[in-house]
């Protein structure tokens, strides 16, 4: 991931916006889907880098979920005072 926030102009990932996460996120999602969709399916189950794959692109959908109504300000994180 190191690769994707030199691409995204990020100068360290402590300086990162929720913007530029979501957009990170969705980049290795989408590197993960190819990955995924090139693999032979016959054997799938089998297949330790597959399934590996596999959870990484279900963990990344979940977070993205997540993060990206935040990002784009049609969600709001309550204060811990609301």
Do not use: K, Y
Request: aromatic share 2%.
């Amino acid at each position: 991931m190191g690769s994707l926030v030199a691409q995204h102009n990020v100068d360290s990932p402590e300086d990162i916006t929720l913007e530029q996460c979501v957009s990170l996120l969705e980049a290795r999602r989408l590197i993960v889907c190819a990955e995924l969709q090139s693999r032979c399916h016959a054997n799938a189950a089998c297949d330790v880098d597959f399934n590996t794959l596999l959870s990484e692109s279900s963990a990344l959908t979940q977070a993205l979920t997540s993060l990206t109504p935040l990002a784009r300000h049609e969600a709001r994180i309550a204060h811990p005072r609301d």
